[in-house]
């Protein structure tokens, strides 16, 4: 994203969370966090990092800055399509992917994301589906994501839909599993 | 029972072709593979982005449904095809031996719904089967109509090979081509084999998602493949059925087929169409292919 004009460019110490880098570093995939050396090779082989805000690397420079609330509303997180090439290049060993995941955790928890953007509520929606029937339908969770942030492509969508049910590659069939109340406590057991 | 088969979310809907085509391969070279009985989602990424300690336990369930399968053996493998399918199992595995306080957690969970967990299952892509167990010889000798003079782009997509390397290359994999090869097949010089289709972002960011597509697409058309084969649903559905979104975004028209790579498998072997779920393609393998592939490639003109 380009830079505004007006937008300030400096941090006051105030506004940072001294504390966000080593509550990163305890979350799966951030124990290395502080071993970057911010050369850059993921930012260079991320097929999504010409989209960012802010290039993988910079994010990595935010966390450890405690640049929490920037890092946490950036469309970086939502936009890593967890293809792993950073994870396999990085000379550090940084497991940036899973870097991405613990960021978007802590966003959806904290609310921090933006609210009509489709990959947050598609994971959310994804999320109720197997907690619930322990299989997600194709079909029904598009359906269900378009209707929650853009109805206007659920139309457009439709021809697409059509030739989906059409060549039998789509049904709006609830799909489940047989023990969903196994399911349920075991999911409700850990975490 | 040769091998327990964990089908994913997908194989009901958009996927079904590869099911189906990997279960005729399968049946045509006479391998055994039984359905994990009341499997539940793998977690695929969507989970991990809410709760990466439920997401373990969600895909750890599937992990000790089928060591239940195992009769007393030490081990199950288990074949696990849509590669977000492939690495969410095996990601879940990883996950209980790199943290120990997670894995404890989930072992107990787990036993507390009656479920043991040992950690004893392998998880195999159908690519590792063929050609690790089963073996060229086994798949040349069953061909029936070589694909001579089709040229093959093979697609392995990311996560087949990333962030684990469990069978092949990280970054130029082998496996498919070699399994072309041995059908008959060409394959096309193509860099781009383990490059991002870009996943769900092609529904949920249309405008970056298709891009990274369009590309993949564009280069191997350049580079002179016939047709793309995949090893995952959704690189399937993202590279072929977004064909026409691309054609209005992008103002070029690609109409280049992408098939799974186990539907070429038993056009080779001779199986019928419908088998294979050839229908249900909605770019269709171009006739002088089909033709060529029926005479085992005595004709082509060039």
Same mark, same amino acid.
């Given at each position: ?191 | ?38 499997? *539940? ?147 096309? *010089? ?47 559905? *993202? ?64």
């Amino acid at each position: 994203m380009v830079q505004q004009p007006h937008q300030r460019r400096i941090k006051y110490q105030a506004e940072l969370d001294s504390d966000f880098g080593r509550q990163i570093a305890a979350m799966p995939g951030g124990e290395k966090v502080y071993s970057c050396i911010q050369c850059g090779a993921c930012s260079g082989i991320c097929p999504m990092s010409i989209y960012m805000d802010y290039s993988p690397r910079r994010i990595i420079a935010m966390i450890r800055a405690g640049m929490k609330n920037d890092a946490l509303r950036s469309q970086t997180v939502w936009l890593c399509a967890s293809c792993y090439a950073c994870s396999v290049i990085c000379p550090r060993q940084i497991k940036i992917t899973d870097l991405m995941y613990a960021l978007k955790q802590r966003a959806i928890q904290e609310g921090a994301y933006p609210k009509r953007f489709p990959i947050p509520v598609l994971a959310r929606e994804f999320f109720q589906t197997v907690q619930r029937d322990g299989r997600t339908s194709e079909g029904r969770l598009i359906a269900r994501v378009y209707l929650r942030t853009n109805p206007w492509r659920l139309l457009k969508q439709a021809s697409l839909g059509y030739r989906l049910l059409r060549h039998g590659r789509m049904s709006m069939r609830r799909e489940s599993i047989r023990s969903r109340e196994e399911l349920q406590t075991l999911l409700r057991s850990v975490g | 029972m040769d091998y327990l088969y964990y089908p994913g979310c997908s194989s009901k809907g958009n996927g079904i072709a590869y099911e189906e085509s990997l279960k005729a391969v399968f049946d045509a070279l006479d391998v055994r593979m039984d359905e994990l009985p009341d499997w *539940n989602c793998c977690g695929a990424t969507s989970y991990m982005s809410v709760d990466e300690w439920k997401a373990v336990a969600l895909a750890a369930r599937n992990l000790g449904l089928a060591e239940r399968q195992a009769d007393g053996k030490d081990g199950v493998d288990m074949i696990a095809a849509c590669s977000a399918c492939y690495l969410g199992l095996i990601r879940a595995q990883r996950y209980i031996t790199d943290y120990p306080e997670l894995g404890k957690q989930v072992t107990a969970g787990l036993e507390a719904v009656g479920i043991s967990f040992k950690n004893r299952v392998r998880i195999r892509h159908p690519l590792d089967v063929l050609m690790n167990d089963i073996g060229t010889e086994r798949i040349a000798s069953r061909v029936k109509h070589k694909l001579a003079g089709m040229k093959v782009a093979c697609y392995y997509g990311c996560q087949i090979v990333r962030p684990y390397a469990t069978f092949d290359d990280q970054q130029s994999p082998v496996m498919m081509d070699r399994l072309m090869a041995a059908i008959g097949a060409e394959t096309v *010089n193509w860099p781009l084999k383990t490059r991002c289709c870009g996943g769900s972002l092609s529904g949920t960011v249309p405008e970056t998602g298709l891009r990274l597509s369009f590309i993949l697409l564009k280069e191997a058309k350049k580079r002179g493949a016939d047709v793309v084969a995949t090893a995952c649903p959704l690189c399937q559905f *993202n590279l072929e059925c977004n064909q026409g979104e691309m054609r209005r975004l992008f103002g070029e028209s690609l109409d280049l087929p992408v098939v799974y790579f186990t539907q070429l498998m038993g056009l080779a072997f001779g199986l019928p169409s419908r088998a294979l779920g050839i229908q249900r393609l909605f770019i269709p393998l171009p006739a002088h292919l089909l033709s060529r592939v029926q005479e085992g490639g005595r004709n082509v003109r060039v």
